[in-house]
């Protein structure tokens, strides 16, 4: 147990680390573009207004074209930036393709924020195949083509970023939520290994891994039954808060952003915990299911 604490103090001051900016010092940098899948309401639309803020022109993909059309007139209106919208279903080949060729119209995408998700909470083997496998192409597949648009782009300036978002449910696998956190572990590590790749391409990758944020995640059918109000205030964090902490992160260098301190505790002992008590970390899992990771 002292060795799993031990670690567990080390890895949390790796998840709260800085580290230098891989972009070299030089001219203050002009925003370009955005690229922002999910972009309709919660974090998604929360990164929109921040960058908006910033000076950079955006394009904003979501499935509901009036949330969309609603953010785009809001964000034009208060910046002199171009808000586009591009409605699209990331859970459909036909929808990634368009967002793909769009990416590559783009003159000069700086940022691809791949926030697109959604959960699936239940057993299984009794949910419905086919949203396990959605949730595959809207979490990992479109997340990779998606990328590997960008990227040769983003390598050619010598700048850029991806921001992948993932969960504090990346660090637990959790029974109900099965293949949830399977792919939010799968884009850790794919971020991971990517930035590895891009080291000295001015490019940086980021996991963003939230924890219980306020958002319009939980606001489905899906989550009709969960009783969200039994997770204690203190653990909750604001869209807001969240993306602009990921932004400093992606600044910084952080590849693994969890935010929090509360959430980068809880990561750094599930990263750590012996594997005999991973079992009572799930038993958490199961009951915090009520409510929702993201």
């Known amino acids: 147990m002292v060795t799993a604490v031990f670690g567990s103090l080390i890895a949390l001051r790796r998840l709260s680390g800085r580290r230098r900016p891989s972009r070299?010092?030089?001219?203050?940098?002009?925003?370009?573009?955005?690229?922002?899948?999910?972009?309709?309401?919660?974090i998604g639309a929360a990164f929109a207004r921040l960058l908006a803020a910033r000076g950079y022109h955006l394009t904003l993909v979501a499935?509901?074209?009036?949330?969309?059309?609603?953010?785009?007139?809001e964000l034009h209106g208060q910046y002199p930036i171009t808000a586009e919208i591009l409605v699209a279903d990331l859970s459909k080949p036909a929808?990634?393709?368009?967002?793909?060729?769009?990416?590559?119209?783009?003159?000069?995408?700086?940022?691809?924020?791949?926030?697109?998700?959604?959960?699936?909470?239940?057993?299984?083997?009794?949910?419905?195949l086919g949203i396990q496998l959605d949730m595959i192409h809207v979490h990992v597949?479109?997340?990779?083509?998606?990328?590997?648009?960008?990227?040769?782009?983003?390598?050619?300036?010598?700048?850029?970023?991806?921001?992948?978002?993932?969960?504090i449910a990346?660090?637990?696998?959790?029974?109900?939520?099965?293949?949830?956190?399977a792919t939010k572990?799968?884009?850790?590590?794919?971020?991971e290994a990517l930035q590895a790749e891009l080291t000295g391409t001015g490019v940086q990758?980021?996991?963003?891994c939230p924890g219980f944020t306020r958002t319009g995640f939980h606001h489905t059918p899906e989550y009709e039954a969960s009783d969200r109000y039994q997770i204690p205030g203190l653990l909750w964090m604001s869209a807001r808060?969240?993306?602009?902490?990921?932004?400093?992160?992606?600044?910084?260098?952080?590849?693994?952003?969890?935010?929090?301190?509360?959430?980068?505790?809880?990561?750094a002992m599930a990263r750590n915990a012996p594997r005999s008590l991973l079992p009572i970390l799930r038993r958490r899992a199961v009951k915090q299911r009520r409510g929702t990771l993201k």
């Open 170 to 181: 990346a660090f637990v696998p959790m029974p109900g939520n099965a293949t949830y956190s």
């Open 205 to 208: 990758i980021q996991a963003l």
């Open 24 to 42: 070299q010092p030089g001219p203050k940098h002009t925003p370009g573009t955005a690229l922002i899948t999910g972009a309709s309401s919660g």
């Open 185 to 191: 572990a799968y884009l850790n590590v794919f971020s």
């Open 241 to 267: 808060e969240v993306a602009a902490g990921s932004l400093e992160a992606l600044a910084q260098g952080q590849v693994i952003y969890v935010p929090g301190r509360k959430n980068r505790f809880l990561a």
């Open 95 to 128: 929808d990634v393709e368009r967002v793909e060729s769009r990416i590559h119209e783009l003159e000069s995408l700086d940022l691809l924020i791949n926030n697109a998700g959604f959960g699936a909470p239940g057993q299984f083997i009794e949910r419905d």
């Open 141 to 167: 597949v479109a997340s990779v083509r998606l990328s590997r648009a960008a990227l040769p782009g983003m390598i050619a300036c010598r700048q850029g970023g991806i921001i992948n978002v993932s969960s």
């Open 63 to 73: 499935r509901r074209e009036d949330r969309l059309s609603a953010l785009a007139a």
